[in-house]
């Protein structure tokens, strides 16, 4: 792969030569690889078919999972987040140690390893959220809460520029990854002055099935917004708003 220079820029193929625009910029390869056929048949490319079948089912879980933070991720996932997501899914796959490779899965891995995942890079909530939260799962209710005492946003809450007010947004989410559902619930606080004035107490409950056997996942997350004339709008369309896996639960 090698990086376009120059005023024009091309796209398509010429001889061995493709021309492409990605996220990176204009990028140029030679035309090549190997037969489909081979692939799937040569019993030299056994570990490319173990590793493709593997790499598949982690998508297939990163999808379900952002299926179920669907309402949330609206307006706080980067460009990069599905692509992100998957390469963590990997890890939970490959920390399966019951089957063998290439029939390794989410569920017989260890879906705790995306605790601290965070869906949006440019805002992180451990650089955003300063203001002690307390996340549990309660696997026997069904419960999955977040617990924040009170706290003086402008001095626990790193907002970007133009920010005035905020909200406090968390979601629980059973996940089965066998049969590609989810439950969801989610919750958030009222929109908020970003001030010097302490809040109440912040206590939200999301539930989920009681007594699941399924992996559990809370999210906890920020919105950032600026009044404008009385009116509220999303600050630079969400892009710094963090969402972040606080707690998981793998199953049982």
Same mark, same amino acid.
Do not use: C
């Given at each position: *792969?090698?990086?376009?220079?120059?005023i024009i820029?091309l796209?398509? !193929?010429?001889?061995?030569? !493709?021309?492409?625009? !990605? @996220?990176?910029g204009? +990028?140029?390869?030679?035309?090549?690889g190997?037969?489909?056929?081979?692939? @799937?048949?040569?019993? #030299?490319?056994?570990?490319?078919r173990?590793?493709g079948?593997?790499?598949?089912?982690?998508?297939?879980?990163?999808?379900?999972?952002?299926?179920?933070?669907?309402?949330?991720?609206?307006?706080? #996932?980067?460009?990069? *987040?599905?692509?992100? +997501? !998957?390469?963590? *899914?990997? @890890?939970?796959?490959q #920390?399966?140690?019951?089957?063998?490779?290439g029939l390794?899965?989410v569920?017989?891995?260890?879906?705790? %390893? %995306?605790?601290?995942?965070? /869906? =949006?890079?440019?805002?992180?909530?451990?650089?955003?959220?300063y203001?002690?939260?307390?996340?549990a799962?309660?696997?026997a209710?069904?419960e999955?809460?977040?617990?924040?005492?009170?706290?003086?946003?402008?001095? *626990?809450?790193?907002?970007?520029?133009?920010?005035?007010?905020?909200?406090?947004?968390?979601?629980?989410?059973?996940?089965?990854?066998?049969n590609?559902? /989810?439950?969801?619930e989610?919750?958030?606080t009222?929109?908020?002055?970003?001030s010097?004035?302490?809040?109440?107490v912040i206590?939200?409950?999301n539930?989920?099935?009681? =007594?699941?056997t @399924?992996?559990? /996942? %809370? #999210? +906890?997350?920020?919105?950032?917004?600026?009044?404008?004339?009385?009116?509220?709008?999303?600050?630079?369309?969400?892009?710094? =708003?963090?969402?972040? %896996?606080?707690?998981?639960?793998?199953?049982?």
């Open positions: *792969m090698a990086r376009q220079k120059g820029k796209k398509g !193929t010429i001889g061995d030569i !493709t021309f492409y625009k !990605t @996220k990176d204009h +990028l140029a390869r030679e035309k090549g190997i037969d489909a056929d081979r692939i @799937k048949n040569d019993p #030299a490319f056994q570990r490319t173990e590793n079948s593997e790499f598949g089912r982690a998508g297939k879980a990163g999808k379900v999972l952002r299926t179920g933070l669907r309402v949330l991720l609206l307006n706080s #996932a980067d460009s990069r *987040m599905v692509s992100r +997501l !998957t390469q963590s *899914m990997i @890890k939970v796959i #920390a399966d140690a019951i089957n063998e490779r390794r899965n569920i017989d891995g260890e879906a705790e %390893l %995306l605790a601290g995942f965070e /869906f =949006n890079i440019r805002g992180k909530l451990g650089t955003s959220l203001a002690q939260y307390t996340g799962i309660d696997r209710s069904g999955l809460s977040v617990d924040i005492p009170s706290f003086i946003p402008s001095n *626990m809450i790193a907002a970007p520029g133009g920010t005035t007010h905020f909200k406090i947004i968390s979601a629980g989410v059973e996940v089965d990854f066998e590609e559902t /989810f439950v969801e989610h919750s958030e009222a929109i908020l002055p970003w010097a004035a302490a809040t109440a206590s939200q409950v539930a989920v099935t009681p =007594n699941s @399924k992996p559990l /996942f %809370l #999210a +906890l997350g920020l919105e950032f917004y600026q009044e404008v004339n009385g009116s509220m709008y999303s600050l630079k369309n969400g892009s710094y =708003n963090p969402l972040s %896996l606080i707690k998981v639960d793998g199953g049982v």
